[in-house]
Nanobody, 129 residues
C-alpha cells in the first residue's frame, strides 16, 4: 500500500509564498506521475500541477503557471509544490496524488483526477487579502 502525507499548509497574505511537501511511503516504484490538486469549499477538485517522476517533466494549470513550481526529491520520495505570489483564489485544501498506470490500459491525462490511485489527506492553504 501507498501512503501520502502532505505538510506545509498555513495562512499567508496575498503575494506571499508557501511550500508544500508530500512524502510518500510504501510501494511507489510503479508511479509515473505525481500531482497536486486543490479543492475549495463548494467547488470541484481541480488540477494544480504534476511532475513525471523519472524524467522530471512538469505540467501546470493555467491558473498557477508562472507562480507555482513543482519539484521532486527522488531519494526522499517526496514531491514539493512551491507557491509564489499567492492570491486569495488559491485558498483551498491541497492534495497530493500518485498514479499507478497499468500496461495495456489507457491512462487518463495528468490533469484528470481519475488518473490517480493514491491521495493524501490534504493540507489547508489560506491566502488572506
Amino acid at each position: 500500500q501507498v501512503q501520502l502525507v502532505e505538510s506545509g499548509g498555513g495562512l499567508v497574505q496575498t503575494g506571499g509564498s508557501l511550500s508544500l511537501s508530500c512524502a510518500a511511503s510504501g510501494r511507489t516504484f510503479n508511479s509515473f506521475v505525481r500531482g497536486w490538486f486543490r479543492q475549495a469549499p463548494g467547488k470541484e477538485r481541480e488540477f494544480v500541477a504534476a511532475i513525471n517522476w523519472t524524467g522530471g517533466a512538469t505540467y501546470y494549470a493555467d491558473s498557477v503557471k508562472g507562480r507555482f513550481t513543482i519539484s521532486r526529491d527522488n531519494t526522499r520520495n517526496t514531491v514539493w509544490l512551491h507557491m509564489f505570489s499567492l492570491k486569495p483564489e488559491d485558498t483551498a485544501v491541497y492534495y497530493c496524488a500518485l498514479d499507478h498506470p497499468l500496461e495495456g490500459i489507457p491512462t487518463p491525462a495528468v490533469t484528470t483526477a481519475r488518473r490517480y490511485t493514491y491521495w493524501g489527506q490534504g493540507t489547508q492553504v489560506t491566502v488572506s487579502s
